[in-house]
């Protein structure tokens, strides 16, 4: 199992030591008290045990299935990749591998590219989203492991993001393995 994140693992750690509290205090005091709120806090320690890992589970699951997905589309041909990013610049600088924060739209190579540049962010007519949606082959919210799947396509990149990933370790390979077409504005 990835990561569960570090929040799991904290409150893991508070609710042990307060297990362990309790039943320090309850062999000290002999008073039920500290007994019944002992099993009170291990029922919880169960809880949150178990269902921080079905979480970090199905989480996992919808992530690989994702990128399967994902792969296959990128596989199937030549084709042009869309790619909007949703979060904060915080994250350009450490992207977080678990947040769906990417916007990924596969289009078939003959897409017109002024439309695929103002489809987003600055909106098309009904006429023209549909034309562009008819050469629409995906799309899917993906986190930043993803990205390593396109390779050798056409990106069309936010030119906000561009200009905070290009300097970034992490973006390198995204940025030179692709053509990078960039839209918006800085």
Known sequence: MKKLGTAFYLILLALTLLVLGTLVLWFLKKNDVFLYLTIALFALYLFHLVFGMVRGYKREKREQTTEDLLRAELKGGSCVVYLAYFGGERHVKKPSPHKTEYLAEIYAPSVDGE???????????????????????????????????????TVYLPAGFFEAAKEQEAFSALLNKNTIVLYGEN
């Open 115 to 153: 439309r695929l540049k103002k489809h987003l962010w600055f909106g098309l007519s009904d006429k023209e989203e549909k034309l562009l949606s008819a050469a629409k082959r995906y799309e899917a919210k993906i986190a930043y492991p993803a990205l390593s799947l396109i390779e050798g396509k």
